[in-house]
């Protein structure tokens, strides 16, 4: 009776100093994963304390890189997009928002060198922080582009502390080559309205930071619609919303084009994925006419979605056709890397072996990489890791490129094809782009070359070591597939 009695006390007190704190920890962990709060271990062992201590530090460690800009620790482009559909819905409550932009900026990074642009950066934030409230959101939104979002004020104090941002700025100065200068920055504020959706309210603080450059720059400009939304402006809102009803009723095609591999020009196993809008009438529209505008206005990961869904759809029913191809490459915007919806279908995909994931390749921009390196390397992080190969498009800078390289696991680089239209009448491009795929090489990258138009551009290639070549030399773009393409409405 004792030895019995002796184990239930044993299991009692086994069962509340171990098994509960460690339920209570795999719980906690649960609730990390989804994003919720927990609280750390209490009455627990000193061990299993210490492990929660340590796994809650963690996780709130992960959650800021998440949601803040490495350089400045300001919000970064996704916490500030997320804080905007929150107060989307506050009908009764009044904000504005602000578009900070630095003048010339880049101008400063080229001549001064990064390390001077990334001082100026973090004492904008500074003086951003400084002269709104802890509960107003500032924001890094990438490069030179800042933005705040200001709660329950007056026009009047909005346009006051926005004139003192710019009057402070004015106030830093930067040493380069022996001239010390001052900074500048072009304000545009635009208020929320009741009827105000996310995208109208980016355009019109966008539009009126435009106002402000073109009206000579270190300027605030308040966005007033029926001043600023000009005849010469509508179709620009036009297409916007011309944009949102494609995304909405999947009125879009998919155009290919095939990628060829050299020296032997061998074709059909390797292609870029291109999309194309249809207008109302069903006419197709290039995608220079919609491309910039999806992504200036955050909708371009919406169309990505679309292309994706609609590849994946397509080669899930006909999957015997995978066989037949080598690589098919689809283009990623910048807003793509921090859309949990579009990692998600990419991982739920390639997690059930629904398709080769090795089949697949992903395009980002060179542009999209400087300024977003962090968050390019860890969408590449969680997604190679499936099998699926990257990448880098549009290279045209050689000495961006040697710096970036090494960080990022990427497969394959693509040559901006300005560089290869040129590289033959001028010496300077030439060397760019020889210097470009020795370092591609060293990195163990294949590459591409864009814009191949003419055949005296080919051989040059061959030399080079140049692994493939695109362009209307070998193909133009053309249906993705022969009959009428299905539409998929994400």
């Known amino acids: 009776m004792v030895f019995f009695l002796f184990i239930i006390v044993l299991w009692w007190w086994a069962n509340r100093r171990i098994c509960k704190p460690l ?17 750390a271990a209490k009455n627990a062992p000193t061990e299993i304390m210490e492990l929660s201590n340590d796994f809650k530090l963690l996780t709130h460690t992960l959650s800021h890189q998440a949601s803040h800009d490495p350089l400045t620790e300001l919000n970064n482009r996704r916490a500030f997009e997320r804080k905007l559909n929150n107060i989307i819905k506050e009908q009764d409550v009044l ?9 010339y900026f880049k101008t400063i990074n080229d001549t001064c060198g990064h390390a001077a642009g990334d001082k100026i950066l973090v004492n904008v934030a500074r003086i951003l922080k400084s002269n709104v409230r802890i509960y107003d959101t500032v924001a890094r939104l990438g490069g ?39 900074l ?32 000579g720059r270190n300027t605030v400009r308040l966005f007033d619609i029926n001043r ?11 297409s916007v919303h011309q944009i949102n009803d494609a995304i909405s009723h999947g009125l879009f095609v998919l155009y290919k084009q095939n990628i060829v591999q050299l020296p032997h020009q061998n074709t059909g196993k390797y292609f870029e994925a291109l999309v194309r809008m249809l207008d109302n009438q069903g006419n197709v529209v290039c995608p220079k006419s919609f491309l910039p505008i999806a992504e200036r ?76 390196t962090n968050r390019a390397r860890q969408f590449i992080d969680k997604i190679k890791y499936l099998g699926c190969k990257f990448a880098i498009d549009n290279v045209e800078n050689a000495d961006s490129f040697r710096d970036y390289i090494k960080e990022l696991p990427t497969d394959i ?3 901006d094809g300005a560089l290869i239209i040129h590289m033959n009448d001028n010496p300077v491009v030439y060397t760019t782009v020889k210097t470009i795929c020795e370092i591609a090489k060293a990195e163990g990258q294949q590459i591409v070359a864009g814009f191949v138009e003419e055949p005296q551009v080919i051989d040059e290639l061959a030399t080079l070591d140049i692994d493939y070549a695109q362009g209307y030399y070998f193909y133009k773009p053309e249906p993705f597939i022969p009959e009428n393409m299905f539409k998929v409405t994400t």
């Open 413 to 415: 680089i693509k040559i």
């Open 184 to 215: 500048s920055a072009s304000i545009g504020v635009s208020p929320k309205t009741k009827q105000s959706t996310i995208t109208e309210l980016l355009h019109a603080a966008d539009e009126a930071c435009s106002l402000a450059k073109s009206a």
């Open 144 to 182: 030179d582009e800042f933005a705040i979002l200001i709660k329950g004020c007056s026009l009047d104090k909005v346009l006051e502390i926005a004139n003192k941002i710019k009057e402070d700025i004015n106030k830093l100065t930067y040493k380069c080559e022996d001239e010390i200068t001052s």
């Open 228 to 238: 600023d939304i000009t005849p010469e402006k509508q179709p620009n809102m036009q």
């Open 23 to 39: 339920n209570g920890l795999i719980s906690s962990s649960h609730k990390a994963l989804s994003g919720a709060d927990f609280q």
């Open 95 to 103: 904000y504005y928002l602000c578009f900070i932009d630095l003048d």
């Open 297 to 372: 206005y955050h909708l371009s990961s919406k169309i990505d979605l679309w292309v994706i869904k609609t590849i994946f759809d397509y080669y899930t029913e006909h999957n015997d056709k995978m066989t037949d191809i080598d690589t098919v490459s689809i283009n990623l915007s910048s807003h793509s890397l921090s859309d949990k919806t579009l990692q998600s279908y990419i991982i739920s995909t390639f997690s059930n072996n629904k398709l080769p994931a090795d089949k697949f390749c992903f395009e980002i921009t060179e542009k999209t990489i400087i300024a977003n």
